[in-house]
């Protein structure tokens, strides 16, 4: 009985203590959808493109105004060689150049700030 007691007092302690704690406004968070490439893009390598990114809901404030464009490789996001970074995430647009990848259709296009939406598959030939 007292090891039943503890037990519901730890789980009253833990619920109130994740109850209590700060929440980040959802509205400080601006998750750009990307809009162009879509599903019919096609982008030769080497060639300069425009990625484009809906911001008709961004949010009045907005935690990370600075994004980042990356490029998804069959689910792997590259990090370590953004297309476009330092680019305002409210100007919805980016130019790149179409980097020297393996032709095919598995690629998707991340627009990243504070969090980041990923587009559709596109192509990418030589
Ligand atoms: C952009 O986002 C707004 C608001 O969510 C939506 O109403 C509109 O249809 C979107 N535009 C495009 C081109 O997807």
Do not use: C
């Not at 968070?29 to 990625?51: A, D, E, R």
């Amino acid at each position: 009985m007292h090891f039943f007691t503890t037990f519901i007092f730890t789980i009253l302690a833990f619920v109130s203590l994740v109850s209590t704690a700060p929440v980040l406004s959802p509205r400080d968070v601006f998750v750009p959808p990307v809009l162009k490439p879509n599903g019919h893009s096609v982008w030769k390598i080497g060639s300069s493109q425009v990625v484009t990114w809906n911001v008709t809901a961004a949010p009045k404030q907005i935690t990370n105004t600075e994004a980042k464009v990356i490029l998804v490789t069959k689910g792997r996001l590259d990090f370590e060689n953004p297309l476009a970074q330092g680019i305002n995430v409210l100007a919805g647009k980016a130019t790149i150049t179409v980097p020297k990848v393996t032709p095919g259709r598995d690629y998707q296009i991340l627009v990243f700030g504070d969090s980041g939406n990923t587009g559709e598959f596109f192509e990418i030939t030589a």
